[in-house]
């Protein structure tokens, strides 16, 4: 091996979750972890399988860890942990704002 980082099939579908758990907390305001968790499992499934498998334990830990991780949304390069951009999106008029600074990282 070279020393460069192989992307591995695991790595996408966790990326696939990633991106997931961001939309739901987009599309749904003022979500907390529990709302956030269970959102995923029901709105989400097979990302959340395909990335953590079936196991309920697994499941939930990962989900858990997943909370405090990073994410860097790519439509403004911005990198917060889940629970950061859950409060980010607490309510309708926070995600309005978000959409406009979308806009303004377009122009």
Known sequence: MNGEF???ETDTLMDELRDAAFEYLLLNPGSEFGDWQ???IQEYP??????LGNNPH??????S???ESDYTDPKTGIEQKFS???MSFCN??????????VDACIE
Not at 46 to 51: G, K, L, P
Not at 92 to 101: A, D, P, R
Request: glycine share 8%.
């Open 92 to 101: 309708e008029h926070s995600v309005g704002i978000y959409y406009y600074l």
């Open 6 to 8: 192989q992307y591995t």
């Open 58 to 63: 697994e499941v939930y830990a990962g989900l």
């Open 38 to 40: 269970q959102g995923l």
């Open 84 to 86: 950061e951009w859950a």
């Open 46 to 51: 097979a990302e959340v399988v395909d990335a």
């Open 65 to 67: 860890d997943l909370w």
